[in-house]
């Protein structure tokens, strides 16, 4: 019994041994189980062998239980050290090396809260000098005074009747361009015939504004602004044509006859529209689809739209209704009040006094002129391409971020930059003239034009339109050698707040004191 004994022990040790061994702490439990084992059962075997085994299989389970546990402890010990060394890392520095937002170094952009603070404060403080008005001068919109600024006797139109005689200076340019086509005119002659008719649709105009007494500033305006329009767009048709035909002289081909405004045929609700080819384009629709047109810059095929969206038409025809009544609203209410107060300030010759009427004169001023470019260059002029299913609507560009004088006059206004880089700046490169003169060039024509359009209906000659045209060369120059970013940006519109619009508002106070001064 006891031999059996002893040679079971050794074999059951090794087999124990075995079991256990993973780790340590396990070996050591099991070692102290066996011996506990063999003093409590002295020499005698294990009277269940079936249950020990079974007992023996549980506890190398568990074992291997402990050492996946503690593998899996050792394996994650290594991540929770280096959270606990960065959380330490960050309580123990939260500095580091960076600008402060506003700095121009730190690439912050994103300055849209300050945008919309700034557009709160302008309607807050544009909203108390509404209510400041309206307690100082009650409700002075007045609809049907409107009609005085265009008639002075309903029964005498002779604003109307002069844009109704431009139909002539029209035909003339048609016809003469018919008789050069064919050869009946030599280049000579035909020139001479533009000059003169040119002339006449300058001169004509001013003359009877001048001389007729019932024609009101407001409808010489509107008049004289039709007539320039007028003049650059045949000064265009003549050009166009003149190139034309030195095209066909070079080249000697034989013409293919067509005409620019053919009779549509509707497919699905677009329009197709046919190519012409010069001298096809010589005829009274396709004449007067240009003098219609949104553009000053004539050619033989102009970019046309497939169909005439309702929807468009309607919006920006409910568009130009509201902003002119918006217009008429505030030049009442707002303009004319502050006019007539600053006519003592200018009889007196109080300079400061002048200069406070002045700046105050120039807010609303400013205002009243971004609606009505909003007015004419997006609702009025998309209004009648629409109609007229033109095609280009590039009528402006983002002459608000402009940077230099020169962008802003470019991008404002692209019908006019448009004709006077196609029909005098370029020609003018061309024949050798320098670039700098060029640019002088083109804003003395500017000048003039001001001056014509708010001397002559005014009839008066100050010359501060011409003077303030002229000023912006070297306005530019400065602001395009000594400012640049932001800084050009704002002195741009510094020169659109205080400077043109003065000029203009310096016109109307004169023309109020002259003949309002002994009454007021």
Same mark, same amino acid.
């Given at each position: 019994?006891?031999?059996?004994?002893?040679?079971?022990?050794?074999?059951?040790? +090794?087999?124990?041994?075995?079991?256990?061994?993973?780790?340590?702490?396990?070996?050591?439990?099991?070692?102290?189980?066996?011996?506990?084992?063999?003093? /409590?059962?002295?020499?005698?075997?294990?009277?269940?062998?079936?249950?020990?085994?079974?007992?023996? @299989?549980?506890?190398?389970?568990?074992?291997?239980?402990?050492?996946?546990?503690?593998?899996?402890?050792?394996? /994650?010990?290594? %991540?929770?050290?280096?959270?606990? @060394?960065?959380?330490?890392?960050? +309580?123990?520095?939260?500095?580091?090396?960076?600008?402060?937002?506003?700095?121009?170094?730190?690439?912050?952009?994103?300055?849209?809260?300050?945008?919309?603070?700034?557009?709160?404060?302008?309607?807050?403080?544009?909203?108390?000098?509404?209510?400041?008005?309206?307690? %100082?001068?009650?409700?002075?919109?007045?609809?049907?005074?409107?009609?005085?600024?265009?008639? %002075?006797?309903?029964?005498?139109?002779?604003?109307?009747?002069?844009?109704?005689?431009?139909?002539?200076?029209?035909?003339?340019?048609?016809?003469?361009?018919?008789?050069?086509?064919?050869?009946?005119?030599?280049?000579?002659?035909?020139?001479?015939?533009?000059?003169?008719?040119?002339?006449?649709?300058?001169?004509?105009?001013?003359?009877?504004?001048?001389? @007729?007494?019932?024609?009101?500033?407001?409808?010489?305006?509107?008049?004289?602004?039709?007539?320039?329009?007028?003049?650059?767009?045949?000064?265009? #048709?003549?050009?166009?044509?003149?190139?034309?035909?030195?095209?066909?002289?070079?080249?000697? $081909?034989?013409?293919?006859?067509?005409?620019?405004?053919?009779?549509?045929?509707?497919?699905?609700?677009?329009?197709?529209?046919?190519?012409?080819?010069?001298?096809?384009?010589?005829?009274?629709?396709?004449?007067?689809?240009?003098?219609?047109?949104?553009?000053?810059?004539?050619?033989?095929?102009?970019?046309?739209?497939?169909?005439?969206?309702?929807?468009?038409?309607?919006?920006?025809?409910?568009?130009?209704?509201?902003?002119?009544?918006?217009?008429?609203?505030?030049?009442?209410?707002?303009?004319?009040?502050?006019?007539?107060?600053?006519?003592?300030?200018?009889?007196?010759?109080?300079?400061?006094?002048?200069?406070?009427?002045?700046? $105050?004169?120039?807010?609303?001023?400013?205002?009243?002129?971004?609606?009505?470019?909003?007015?004419?260059?997006?609702?009025?002029?998309?209004?009648?391409?629409?109609?007229?299913?033109?095609?280009?609507?590039?009528? #402006? +560009?983002?002459?608000?971020?402009?940077?230099?004088?020169?962008?802003?006059?470019?991008?404002?206004?692209?019908?006019?930059?448009?004709?006077?880089?196609?029909?005098?700046?370029?020609?003018?490169?061309?024949?050798?003239?320098?670039?700098?003169?060029?640019?002088?060039?083109?804003?003395?024509?500017?000048?003039?034009?001001?001056?014509?359009?708010?001397?002559?209906?005014?009839?008066?000659?100050?010359?501060?339109?011409?003077?303030?045209?002229?000023?912006?060369?070297?306005?530019?120059?400065?602001?395009?050698?000594?400012?640049?970013?932001?800084?050009?940006?704002?002195?741009?519109?510094?020169?659109?707040?205080?400077?043109?619009?003065?000029?203009?508002?310096?016109?109307?106070?004169?023309?109020?004191?002259?003949? #309002?001064?002994?009454?007021?």
């Amino acid at each position: 019994m006891s031999d059996r004994a002893e040679m079971r022990g050794p074999v059951t040790r +090794r087999r124990r041994t075995t079991i256990s061994g993973g780790g340590g702490g396990g070996t050591v439990s099991v070692k102290q189980a066996n011996g506990s084992k063999r003093e /409590d059962a002295g020499d005698k075997p294990p009277l269940y062998p079936a249950k020990a085994k079974t007992e023996e @299989v549980s506890r190398h389970a568990s074992n291997n239980g402990k050492v996946g546990r503690e593998k899996g402890q050792l394996t /994650d010990s290594p %991540k929770k050290q280096r959270s606990v @060394v960065e959380d330490i890392n960050h +309580r123990l520095s939260c500095h580091v090396l960076q600008e402060s937002l506003l700095s121009s170094a730190s690439g912050y952009s994103n300055y849209r809260g300050i945008l919309n603070w700034c557009v709160v404060m302008l309607v807050l403080s544009n909203a108390r000098l509404f209510l400041e008005n309206i307690i %100082k001068y009650g409700i002075l919109v007045d609809p049907i005074q409107v009609v005085s600024l265009f008639l %002075k006797d309903p029964y005498s139109w002779p604003a109307a009747c002069l844009i109704i005689v431009s139909n002539v200076f029209i035909l003339a340019a048609l016809y003469t361009e018919r008789r050069l086509a064919v050869g009946t005119i030599s280049e000579t002659t035909g020139l001479i015939l533009h000059i003169f008719n040119l002339t006449c649709l300058l001169i004509f105009p001013s003359v009877s504004v001048l001389t @007729v007494t019932s024609i009101t500033p407001v409808g010489g305006i509107l008049s004289l602004g039709i007539y320039t329009v007028l003049f650059l767009k045949l000064y265009s #048709y003549q050009d166009t044509n003149r190139w034309c035909r030195e095209i066909r002289h070079a080249k000697a $081909k034989r013409l293919t006859r067509s005409y620019s405004c053919p009779n549509v045929a509707q497919s699905n609700g677009s329009a197709v529209h046919s190519h012409v080819s010069y001298p096809g384009n010589l005829t009274h629709r396709d004449m007067y689809y240009f003098v219609f047109a949104p553009t000053l810059c004539y050619q033989l095929n102009f970019p046309r739209s497939p169909r005439i969206r309702k929807r468009f038409l309607i919006r920006r025809l409910f568009e130009m209704l509201f902003f002119m009544q918006l217009l008429v609203g505030l030049i009442q209410q707002w303009m004319v009040p502050t006019i007539q107060n600053s006519m003592k300030p200018f009889q007196e010759m109080d300079f400061s006094r002048m200069m406070e009427r002045l700046l $105050k004169l120039a807010v609303p001023n400013h205002l009243i002129w971004l609606i009505f470019f909003y007015w004419f260059f997006h609702s009025s002029m998309n209004f009648v391409a629409e109609l007229l299913q033109f095609g280009d609507r590039e009528f #402006y +560009r983002d002459w608000w971020n402009s940077e230099t004088v020169t962008y802003f006059w470019a991008n404002w206004n692209i019908p006019v930059h448009k004709w006077c880089l196609r029909h005098f700046y370029k020609p003018m490169l061309r024949k050798g003239i320098n670039k700098f003169l060029a640019q002088t060039a083109v804003f003395l024509v500017s000048a003039f034009f001001h001056e014509y359009l708010v001397s002559v209906p005014l009839k008066m000659f100050r010359l501060w339109a011409f003077m303030g045209m002229m000023a912006q060369v070297p306005l530019a120059w400065f602001v395009g050698r000594f400012l640049n970013g932001n800084y050009g940006n704002a002195a741009v519109w510094i020169s659109l707040i205080i400077g043109q619009p003065v000029a203009v508002l310096m016109y109307v106070h004169d023309y109020y004191v002259i003949h #309002y001064g002994g009454a007021t």
